[in-house]
């Protein structure tokens, strides 16, 4: 089975500063994708950035980068100039490329910005 | 091209009742996915479908069911409905191509179900 772990309840950045979010992932396959989802305080789940196992290149989307270390199985998110519209909870999610279209995801961490 | 839409974004019932949510995945996205996110639980997969059958369940009880549709639509429907049933419920399609491709998830903005 897969867990995804994210330690950090809640994280508090500075405007314009930037921002890591922590993810490991346990599975024993070798082949899997790595999702970062914000969700706001409207319910949406909007896709951020992905990670697949086998991409030898960090993700990275605008301000979103992926800091993918298979070794050690993680997956953290960076922001870079955070925005006060970046406050929302963040969830980092895997999926089987092998299996079925099935997200597996953290408990999340909510993150506040401050002007 | 037009998002995932869920209707209806929001429901009150009362215990006992049953209720019926509606998911319309992307045009031309085969694959369904509903997922239910509570406060305790977190998020936690329901099931998916694939072309109108069910390929993968999650560890819900069978007063959770689901269905999709010949043009992919899919329902879900949950029964006797109790009071930790109160979730939003989001549905998640995908283009699905095939084993080891790359599978993007697109969310629908979610039905949020409050059982009184």
């Known amino acids: 089975a897969q867990k995804i772990t994210q330690t950090q309840p809640g994280m508090f950045v500075q405007e314009k500063e930037a921002v890591t979010l922590d993810c490991t992932y346990d599975t024993s396959d070798q082949s899997y994708g790595l999702f970062w989802y914000k969700q706001p305080s409207s319910g949406e789940m909007i896709f951020l950035i992905y990670q697949g196992s086998y991409d030898e290149q960090n993700a990275t989307e605008g301000r979103y980068s992926l800091n993918f270390q298979k070794a050690r199985k993680s997956a953290n998110l960076v922001i870079s100039a955070s925005q006060l519209g970046d406050s929302a909870m963040y969830f980092c999610a895997m999926i089987l490329l092998s299996g079925y279209s099935t997200l597996t995801f953290g408990k999340g961490t909510m993150l506040l910005v401050s002007p | 091209k037009a998002g995932v839409t869920q209707t209806p974004r929001y429901l009150i019932k009362t215990r006992g009742q049953q209720v019926t949510l509606s998911c319309s995945p992307i045009?031309?996205?085969?694959?369904v996915s509903w997922y239910q996110q509570t406060p305790g639980q977190g998020l936690q997969f329901l099931f998916e479908y694939f072309s109108e059958t069910q390929r993968n369940k999650g560890n819900f009880p069978g007063r959770f069911s689901g269905r999709q549709f010949s043009n992919s639509r899919s329902e879900m429907n949950v029964s006797t409905l109790e009071l930790g049933d109160s979730a939003l419920y989001l549905c998640?399609?995908?283009?699905?191509?095939?084993?080891?491709?790359?599978?993007?998830?697109?969310f629908g903005p979610g039905t949020r179900l409050t059982v009184l």
């Open positions: 045009s031309g996205h085969r694959s």
């Open positions: 998640a399609s995908s283009p699905r191509q095939g084993g080891g491709s790359y599978n993007e998830q697109f």
